[in-house]
């Protein structure tokens, strides 16, 4: 139980910490926590960029149908769901929370949990690597950009404001990807390689629950809590989970509607509804903090959605795994 669900416990923990103990994640606080986040960004895509097998992406190409379909999916067709969410939590008056909704439309697909619930369930475990690698690495220029159409203060995307936030991108993100694809051919069949792959997950693990708590705790501080009663709280769980649902009866329902093979259908079902929190966080970290152009957005609400729609998401695909195996 504490290993299978161990980082889900552990998320409800970092939540409990920065509500009783938010100096800790103070930017400038003890912990340093405003220049260890983005040090952590830059790991958690140096890492990445070890472990993405960018190769794999132009023997991918043959099925331009399902890949089209999965990226419309992961971009485009959920962003319908999720707009409605944020329409909801906004005429309620909850701005920034509804600002997470708008953030998860542009956040891509998971990388680790997509690929594995395809293999689980016999899907095209090939065009779930595709699609994944194709998504986060898409993923790396639309976030930003995404995010200055929806939340910049001043209203739109602007060569002013896009390119010193990709400078920013390209400093924390892009170049510890870059790195570590340079270095993966000559590391990726050695020993130690071997040796420290299994690590890179709780590494991953280790800095997103410390990005998660850094948020939270500045989000305490700025006392941007004190509009958000339980009840809120329980409606965005409930508005995340119907939101998961649909996205998935949607990938399900139009694969079919589509004509795709079983195989493919179950492929794009895990890679279509999914959103990724190992991405997603950092990411928020890198465009928000410190951003003169998105000044405003509360970080610690804006990641509310993300927060529960990844165990969430989990959960339901959980629950159909067996049925689709079967």
Not at 10 to 37: C, E
Not at 250 to 278: E, I, P
Not at 287 to 292: L, R, T, V, W, Y
């Amino acid at each position: 139980m504490l290993k299978k669900h161990g980082f889900i416990i552990a998320l409800v923990g970092v939540v409990i910490l920065a509500a009783l103990f938010p100096g800790l994640g103070a930017r400038d606080g003890v912990l340093k926590a405003g220049l260890l986040s983005k040090a952590g960004v830059m790991v958690i895509f140096f890492l990445q960029g070890l472990s993405l097998k960018t190769s794999e992406l132009a023997a991918g190409l043959k099925d331009i149908r399902l890949h089209a379909f999965i990226q419309g999916w992961i971009f485009l067709f959920s962003a319908f769901f999720l707009f409605l969410a944020a329409l909801c939590m906004r005429a309620l008056g909850h701005t920034d929370i509804a600002n997470g909704f708008l953030y998860l439309i542009l956040v891509p697909t998971t990388i680790s949990s997509a690929v594995a619930f395809s293999s689980a369930a016999g899907g095209n475990v090939p065009a779930a690597i595709f699609n994944v690698t194709l998504a986060n690495l898409f993923g790396v220029f639309w976030v930003p950009s995404g995010c200055l159409l929806f939340f910049a203060s001043s209203g739109g995307l602007s060569t002013e404001l896009l390119l010193p936030l990709l400078a920013k991108i390209a400093q924390l993100i892009l170049l510890p990807l870059l790195v570590g694809q340079v270095l993966r051919p000559l590391v990726r069949d050695s020993r130690a390689m071997a040796r420290i792959q299994p690590s890179f997950k709780i590494i991953n693990h280790s800095i997103i629950l410390f990005i998660i708590f850094a948020a939270l705790a500045q989000s305490f501080l700025a006392k941007a809590w004190n509009g958000v009663s339980p009840w809120i709280l329980a409606l965005l769980l409930l508005l995340t989970l119907l939101t998961v649902l649909l996205v998935h009866a949607g990938t399900w329902w139009s694969s079919g509607k589509l004509g795709l093979q079983h195989a493919d259908r179950v492929t794009a079902l895990f890679c279509g509804s999914q959103k990724t929190l190992a991405a997603g966080a950092p990411m928020a970290v890198a465009i928000f903090a410190g951003s003169s152009a998105l000044a405003g957005i509360n970080l610690g609400l804006l990641l509310l959605p993300l927060l529960c729609f990844h165990p969430i998401q989990l959960l339901v695909a959980a629950l159909i795994l067996p049925r689709l195996a079967n």
